[in-house]
């Protein structure tokens, strides 16, 4: 059971994000940047299943040279091996050209089974890249899981979206995009973190992948960012002293809005 | 890589982190905050012993830190260890230094022990599946270590072991204790080291005592009657007993002054978003320069504390002649200073700081013993001038 997991690095949540003002991309420099948190669940879901079926895992991970430190984190995980498309031309890519690029990247590798992506990324959330991918490369995908399981030659996950849970079963192989809800990702141990500068690092430019620069990139992408605002700041809330007649004006206040 | 763009790289600082050692401490810090600082208060209080969490450890590879991987252990050096216990001292600084006892006690195995010695306890204790405790301490010998009384008498091929040690942590939940003894004449060269099973016969546990702080960790006596422990159960042989004792020492104050490091550091972080928050007289407590003052002073001292614990950790691992003196020197600073900034965050915090729902006063009593256990800061004292006066001989 062959395993690409699609890693990300994205600025950390806990840290004030924000897009640079000449073409609204993300400013890489301005935050911390980490390994995406649903990607350490993905990574997590990879592991348990090279554990449970053999096999390896790879850390697939498009983004800049910054981006390595994320593979790090995947590696120290567990994952066997990383594949690291960067290459400066790239920067500004939209999601079809994320997708085209990182199958391409994926034709590069031998005997793939599964690919496992989270369901969306912190920062980006067009949760649409996995979906792509397997359009792509022609693979049935199985998006939104939250549990994932293996029996010989088919995946089967539970799907949970706002509308409900549906179990789906796909004949490898296919793409798989996990939810939070799938697991708790491990820690790296001490070992492994050792061990993961010794693990094989292969870093590919847009030509040594085959991708074509005219469909990455700020002038590749179909779509365009044409403006963008930082979210305005929270305002304070109105306040109530009660003087014995609060519970009436919660009731007002909330019928005002339609809420009772 | 253009020769321009070298030369346009600022010189590496002595003191930046290796990539790796800023992924160890990245873990250990998030294992901290996430495995341990939410019940830290609540295990205070119920003086509880999370063995689960402590295996969860071990599984991470923090059992044997400085421990041989080829037993199990993971291989690092002291440097890295300060930097875990740190990070871990965040979370709890009594269980981390509970893991830096266990850590103790497997490294003796490991430098002192056999071959066979070390394939038969240190894969356990590395993955904390076996935890273990360090006897030194008697009721009646304490800084005075080579006082000690209790007594190893060889009969056969097996050793009868009768005394009392004193301040034992871990004691009874620890299946390994590494127990110094007196197999010869009075003073330091009549000691050996044992490594006694807990389970056993003739081995009993005092009463958990009552303390201050460190609740998280049982302290008991330990109680040998006629334990009869199997000569191949000595460490190295008989008379070195109280090199080992003294070898342990400096890797030992190096990893307390880092628990209190990290406990002050916790206690500083919390009464910086304190002062953010609360006000007094129409302004933010934040705002008062008598305040940023004192929280200026609180950064400035942790920061040189763990600088020079930084500079004698890197001596022990480079063996310099001067790293006891330098490690007498850490702890002595560290804990020092972390009690200090820790009882000065919890006046920031005023009256809320003193409840216990907040966690500040237990920060508080639980560095207080720091400056009491690995030796009291007045043998630091001692240990240091000691160096000081032979070297202008």
Redesign the interface.
């Known amino acids: 059971m062959n395993i690409v997991v699609l890693v990300k690095q994205v600025p950390d949540t806990w840290s004030e994000r924000k897009l640079s003002d000449s073409d609204h991309t993300l400013d890489r420099a301005s935050a911390d940047a980490v390994l995406d948190e649903i990607n350490e669940r993905a990574v997590e879901e990879a592991l348990l299943a090279k554990e449970a079926h053999g096999g390896e895992v790879t850390a697939l991970c498009m983004g800049p040279e910054r981006a390595t430190e994320a593979i790090r984190k995947a590696l120290s995980m567990g994952a066997d091996k990383a594949v690291h498309l960067s290459d400066e031309a790239l920067h500004g890519t939209d999601a079809v050209g994320t997708a085209k690029a990182l199958a391409k990247v994926v034709g590069t590798l031998e005997s793939v089974d599964m690919i496992i992506a989270g369901n969306e990324s912190t920062d980006g959330r067009s949760g649409a890249v996995p979906a792509m991918l397997a359009e792509l490369l022609g693979w049935p995908q199985l998006t939104y899981a939250r549990s994932l399981s293996l029996d010989g030659s088919t995946v089967t996950i539970e799907r949970e979206t706002d509308a409900g849970v549906t179990s789906v079963r796909a004949e490898l192989p296919a793409v798989v995009s996990v939810t939070e809800k799938i697991n708790e990702p491990r820690y790296p141990s001490f070992k492994g973190i050792m061990a993961a500068k010794k693990k094989p690092v292969s870093t590919l430019t847009l030509a040594d992948a085959g991708i074509d620069a005219g469909e990455v990139g700020l002038s590749g992408a179909l779509t365009q960012m044409v403006s963008s605002a930082p979210a305005p700041p929270k305002e304070a809330g109105q306040q109530v002293t009660d003087e014995g007649d609060g519970g009436t004006r919660i009731v007002e206040f909330l019928s005002g809005k339609n809420l009772v | 890589m253009t020769a321009s763009v070298i030369a346009s790289e600022p010189p590496r600082s002595p003191f930046a982190l290796t990539?790796?050692q800023r992924?160890?401490k990245e873990?250990a810090g998030?294992?901290a905050a996430e495995r341990i600082a939410p019940e830290a208060v609540r295990w205070d209080r119920d003086k509880h012993f999370p063995v689960d969490v402590l295996a969860e450890a071990g599984?991470?590879?923090?059992g044997g830190?400085y421990v041989d991987?080829q037993y199990g252990g993971?291989?690092?050096s002291r440097f890295d260890a300060a930097l875990v216990f740190e990070e871990l001292a965040t979370g709890c600084p009594t269980i981390a230094a509970y893991i830096s006892i266990h850590n103790m006690v497997a490294w003796m195995i490991d430098a002192f022990g056999d071959q066979r010695q070390r394939e038969q306890w240190l894969p356990e204790l590395c993955a904390m599946r076996s935890l273990g405790s360090y006897c030194l301490t008697e009721p009646e010998a304490g800084s005075d270590a080579a006082a000690l009384r209790t007594r190893a008498v060889l009969d056969g091929d097996e050793y009868v072991v009768n005394g009392v040690k004193q301040f034992i942590s871990g004691s009874g939940y620890s299946d390994v204790y590494v127990v110094m003894v007196r197999t010869g004449e009075s003073g330091s060269g009549g000691i050996s080291t044992l490594v006694i099973d807990g389970r056993s016969e003739g081995i009993s546990f005092g009463p958990e005592e009552s303390k201050m702080g460190w609740n998280a960790q049982p302290t008991r006596q330990v109680v040998f009657s006629d334990v009869r422990v199997p000569v191949r159960n000595r460490l190295g042989e008989e008379g070195i007993g109280f090199r080992i004792a003294m070898s342990g020492l400096d890797g030992g104050r190096l990893n307390i002054g880092a628990c209190s490091l990290g406990g002050a550091r916790a206690a500083l972080e919390r009464s910086l978003t304190y002062v953010g928050q609360r006000s007094a007289f129409g302004s933010r407590l934040g705002d008062f320069q008598a305040l940023r003052f004192k929280l200026a002073d609180m950064a400035t001292e942790l920061e040189a504390a763990r600088t020079l614990l930084w500079r004698a950790a890197a001596a022990l691992d480079a063996k310099d002649p001067e790293a006891t003196r330098l490690c007498a020197m850490a702890k002595r600073l560290a804990t020092d200073s972390g009690f200090n900034v820790a009882n000065e965050a919890l006046q920031l915090y005023g009256g809320y700081g003193y409840l216990s729902e907040y966690g500040m006063e237990k920060i508080v009593r639980d560095l207080r013993v720091h400056q009491i256990l690995e030796g009291t800061n007045e043998i630091m004292r001692l240990i240091i001038s000691r160096g000081l006066l032979e070297s202008n001989q």
């Open positions: 990539d790796d992924a160890l873990t998030e294992f599984r991470l590879g923090m830190i991987e993971t291989g690092l």
